[in-house]
């Protein structure tokens, strides 16, 4: 796939519009912001991740602007995907499949998910990095619930019928599946937001060196 058409994509993706690139090259006292570019990160298959940091760029950054060509931008970082991890951090008693009795034994049913990134920041023109390789981490936590949960997951309402939570959980009270996937724009949101506070401190130290 062409550069500029990949860039393209993840402009739509990010929902992004970049801002005019600075001609200079370098983070210059004088001036207050410095261009970016953002390449598709190393192991982000869909651009999910890609769209969450150009878009963080976009809408929360003080520092940056973003811009879709390494070649027009003054700065280019490249991310890479260290590792995603999903991690149990919540339980309950589990219960009998028709009774509903406890059982002395606990199941999970929440977890949370860890995203690390690793960015590398060149200078145009320049092979040498402008820092030191540096690492952002995102994370985010949800419940989830089985058929042996779900008789937790209800109460009588006013009619005396019993009535599943999940219509009013906001999507936190899902089967598995469902969850983890409503936690993904949460999980990349994280890392996204971590990036740019990041990356906006970094412009101060290549401002002053």
Known sequence: MKTSLLAAMLLLLAGCVPRQAA???GVSSGKTTASIAVPLVKGDSQGEITAAIIRGLCNNSICWEYQPSSSGAEYTVHLTVI???KDPIGYRYDREDFTKTKIDRLIQDEVRRTLVLQGVLYRRGEKKPAVEPFRIEGS????YIN???L????FVNDEGDLESVLEFSLGQL???DGAEDA??????ESAAQNFVQ???HLYYQLKNP
């Open 83 to 85: 590792s995603q991890e």
């Open 23 to 25: 001609e200079t090259t």
């Open 174 to 176: 899902d089967a598995l």
């Open 147 to 149: 058929s042996h949960a």
């Open 140 to 143: 985010c936590a949800y419940d």
């Open 151 to 154: 008789f937790d997951a209800a």
């Open 198 to 200: 990041g990356l906006d």
């Open 183 to 188: 936690s993904r724009n949460a999980l990349f």
